[in-house]
């Protein structure tokens, strides 16, 4: 199993990005976040998270999760789908502000 981390801003940024002649399956994505929970709210911060096929680029096509909304001092996890990526598929995420979260993916090789 292998896992990749990364701080989310509001640019695009590639958790992963399948090697050619690879087959990855995703078996968990956490997205955190990081800041302290205040009481007011304004800590919290949303998400988008695209997995994009070969070939194509972030759109309305293929967004899965748009603004989705994590608490501070919350975590959202992604593990009962199961995902299959082939060759040059990617899952890219968009941080919103405020750019307090960080996310995680775990995935095999199928």
Request: hydrophobic letters at 40%; glycine letters at 6%.
């Amino acid at each position: 199993m292998a896992i990749v981390n990364t701080a989310l801003t509001t640019t695009p940024a590639i958790l992963l990005n399948v090697p050619a002649g690879k087959k990855y399956a995703i078996t968990t994505l956490l997205v955190c976040n990081t800041a302290t929970d205040d009481g007011t709210g304004t800590n919290d911060s949303g998400f988008d998270m695209y997995i994009i096929p070969n070939g194509q680029s972030a759109s309305n096509t293929n967004i899965v999760l748009k603004n989705l909304s994590v608490s501070a001092s919350d975590t959202f996890t992604f593990n009962v789908e199961r995902i299959i990526l082939e060759e040059s598929d990617q899952v890219v995420l968009v941080g919103k502000n405020p750019t307090n979260l960080s996310a995680t993916i775990s995935y095999l090789e199928v």
